[in-house]
């Protein structure tokens, strides 16, 4: 039953009048989009992260309009909303809020494609709308325009990721940055447009602060409103484009590398966003636990890891990204990169070519032709097959073409082999997602791995570090625990473990740039000052807590 | 006597009041930091703009903390206070107050540059740090630093122009886009620390964004607290960097030129910010109303207008910005430049060879050769030597260093000769921008000048306008009304044709990027369920209107 747990908010309904509201509910949105079923609260509450909340139902409504008449219903009763775009959140909690009870509202019926504009290359879009959707909608109707997306998954919502400031993978990959123009509905049913201007405000999709006040960073990371449609910039298909890829010699070189990376980022050389990977990310993407180690241990012993980083030709830390502009520009750029990366390890485009090439040894290689052509492409390309493979993927999730390959990552850990299309909510992946962000410098980066790595090993939790720039001057360090969720212990440590990396960063000075639901109370710990601020503004836009309750700590 | 002239404020403070209040703040700031005498009064109400409003004092705190407990004083006796960091927001209103009688909280005295941090290219600052000293601190202390900056007064506030989301020159151009990191004193005299991180947070001057809500907006064009310091990004000195100068051949082309740059931008071979100016910009710039002029005629008539654009050799359109980053990129940029504007005029790049040879010319204009000099300048280079002259401030503003020269335009219409030091504001100069920003297409930008160019011509005013590239989907249509301040007459139309400019604009569709106290109460007024929003924040953060009453309609 839907009660609060916060004891800020004394309000409870009992069941019958609960039961009421989710029926004047239904007569909005109709019965068939209000899940209230046991069976399906049970599945509404899988996520991958450890324990977490179940929703008191969950509400699907078709439209902008009927989103403010269920938020004025929930207003009138006393009801709590979660809402929630398409409830991929995988790692910080999927659709799960972050109260026992909360009502969840779930967006993906509003996936309407509203306007692309070629000309000044931006969609609008609903909540609803996934990566993949839009992607294919471009490819179709409008090639000469790109979006950027995630290599999490396809079916992720392109304003739910930007909400949460999530990032992707090619030059727009700052996705609130790319995010200008919101319409949204406040906690009092009213919907508002950001950015000041006139009805049919010509620069509501292209100027992004507006006139007056800039307010459409307060509906992120935030309870303040739902946002029911978006404007997101897109790229004009650029005349040339490859990917990199480059492995680091000397382990001991990384704050070497970071340091290259702010200063090409810092010079316009490269763009955001790229990758630095270690090997159990690119173990994960690659393989799985070798058969019979899951459950038996937590992490891989360090044998076994060396024996995989050999098989599978994994280095210690690589680092890829995406290069694009008009072909002159990217010629000088690709002489540069080479210049600057060639002291400190091995650097590799990735164009048409050798994604042809790739596919063609990855077709030999199915054929009686395998160990020759295993032989040939570790011996000349450096490469395992399975890297290789990986190739085509890199190459098109950097086009914006979302993938199920590298989120599989997510069954790492799992007894399940990997599947086509990952669903590590439904099949009780545990992953949770720990990602604070330090200055781009090879020391704070160093800093934050130095602090956090040992305490993966104290929990017995295999080191899993992506370091993905987020602007120039920032880098996310962004750490999976992968844990069986079969497990009550391996549960119960990643969520300790969850809890020591919080805490210890947090006293030395590094925030996170995004949290799971699970640790929501913990960040608005960190700042008092700038908490009491928020909740100052969540009093006046939403007094009695029927958006979001207990998201970001607000 | 300071009384609110708005019905919602219905609190007066009578005469008495109201000095044991500046009394009171005397005592915390120092008696000679309090302005209060009607001479002090009377050069505090001067701005560039038609009728400023008279402050009722004019108050300088020497710190933050001051600056929080003059806050307090003021809300406890329901004093207005104007925060402004230098004042010169020449044609925006200055230093001058929305309303009567409010106290200008000045924050000149907070002059610090409290940190430089060279590996991630930031500044930390004061409000009252201006562009001249900012530049001239890294060309000391840090030369491997670029700061960008306008080309208005290189002494306005760096931070005041970013909370006024003004526009620079170089890459760094959206000056409220390169702030990170503020510390408010709110209205209840409380300081706030947005971005949510902890004591010490590492990443508070390099991730924009925090985490939770995204708060910076708020006190940009806004009224909600009062900014005592922010960090700053700068720019790593590049490896290349030059100017470029474009002359558009044909009038009826600017469309065209419009396209290719929005194209240029979005592809990332030219950043943010370059400008196109037309004809009246240039010759604001090199020269004055020609003798007897001013005062008879209120626009140039068009024979005279001629004659200047042919004494001058200016371009109805020019366009122009800077090229940095690595020098195989700069040249690659240089190739992709000549290529594409080639079709529609004249190119020029503009590197220390050229600035040399322009200083060299205009050493020898100044002798005995000047006629031969002259004749090879317009015959050879196609320019003036005005033009030339003007050369090697282009070159130099681009690189962060704030000039007079630009901001001198401000006398176009004044019947003093250009000083060397400008100043508007005393010298009475009449000067008001009017600022819609269009999405960046010919079609777009074309509609604006196409509403406004007959209002300036019915009000007969000359035609001003500099077309600002924002981002490279935005530009701004950056208009200035030069009126002679003497004339009743004058300065009443400029008024007529700002109001007019701005129903006419907002009826098509456009916003304006930023307004003048003069048109504040009818931004407002644009976006209804915006203000109410908006209004909504005032009240939870500042229910008495302690801070900045009317900014922004607010």
């Known amino acids: 039953m839907p009660e609060s747990n916060s004891p800020s908010i004394p309000r409870r309904l009992d069941s019958a009048a609960f039961a009421s509201a989710l029926d004047e509910i239904a007569s909005i949105v109709g019965a068939a989009h209000v899940r209230r079923s046991a069976s399906e609260l049970d599945a509404a509450a899988k996520a991958t992260i450890p324990a977490p909340k179940r929703p008191g139902a969950v509400v699907h409504p078709g439209s902008a309009d009927e989103v403010a008449a269920v938020v004025r219903v929930a207003q009138r009763h006393g009801l709590s909303l979660w809402p929630c775009s398409r409830g991929r959140n995988w790692g910080y909690g999927s659709a799960t809020p972050a109260r026992e009870g909360t009502v969840v509202l779930h967006l993906e019926r509003l996936d309407r494609i509203v306007e692309v504009n070629e000309e000044l290359a931006y969609a609008v879009v609903e909540p609803g709308v996934t990566y993949r959707q839009l992607k294919r909608h471009l490819e179709t109707h409008h090639p000469r325009l790109w979006c950027d997306c995630t290599d999490g998954p396809p079916d992720g919502s392109v304003i739910g990721n930007a909400l949460d400031r999530g990032l992707g993978v090619s030059h727009y990959a700052d996705h609130f940055g790319a995010l200008c123009g919101l319409e949204v509905v406040l906690a009092d049913g009213e919907t508002v447009r950001t950015g000041g201007g006139p009805q049919d405000c010509k620069t509501w999709h292209t100027h992004k602060w507006g006139v007056g006040p800039y307010l459409e960073g307060l509906f992120t990371q935030s309870s303040y409103g739902v946002v029911v449609k978006a404007g997101v910039w897109l790229m004009p298909k650029p005349d040339a484009f490859c990917a990199f890829q480059f492995d680091l010699r000397d382990e001991s070189r990384l704050p070497a590398l970071i340091d290259a990376v702010r200063t090409l980022m810092l010079e316009g050389t490269i763009p955001a966003a790229s990758h630095i990977v270690n090997d159990i990310v ?273």
């Open 282 to 554: 690119a173990l994960a993407i690659l393989a799985q636990y070798p058969p019979g180690m899951v459950g038996k241990h937590s992490r891989l012993p360090d044998d076994v890891r060396a024996a995989m980083r050999a098989r599978y030709l994994v280095h210690p830390w690589s680092f890829g990204g995406g290069l694009q502009g008009s072909a002159a520009v990217v010629r000088a750029v690709k002489r540069e990169l080479r210049a600057r990366l060639a002291p400190l390890g091995k650097l590799m485009f990735i164009d048409d070519r050798v994604v042809r090439a790739a596919t063609i040894a990855n077709r030999l290689a199915r054929t009686s032709f395998a160990a020759p052509v295993e032989w040939a492409v570790r011996r000349f390309a450096g490469k395992s097959l399975e890297m290789l493979a990986a190739a085509p993927h890199v190459h098109s999730v950097l086009q914006g073409t979302p993938s199920d390959y590298f989120v599989r990552h997510a069954y790492f850990k799992s007894s399940l082999p990997k599947p086509d299309v990952a669903d590590p909510d439904r099949d009780d992946c545990g992953l949770i997602w720990f990602a604070p962000i330090a200055p781009m410098t090879g020391r704070h980066v160093e800093a934050v791995l130095a602090i956090c790595r040992p305490l993966f090993e104290r929990y017995g939790f295999d080191f899993y570090a992506a370091l993905l720039t987020q602007n120039p001057r920032s880098m996310i360090v962004l750490m999976a625990i992968f844990f069986v969720k079969q497990s009550a212990e391996e549960t119960a440590k990643a969520r300790e473990l969850y809890e020591a990396l919080g805490r210890a960063t947090g006293a030395a000075g590094y925030q996170p740039y995004r949290v799971s639901v699970t640790g929501m109370g913990e960040v608005a710990g960190l700042a008092p000052d700038f908490a009491a601020l928020a909740r100052t503004l969540k009093h006046a836009l939403d007094p009695n807590d029927v958006l979001a309750p207990g998201k970001y700590g607000i």
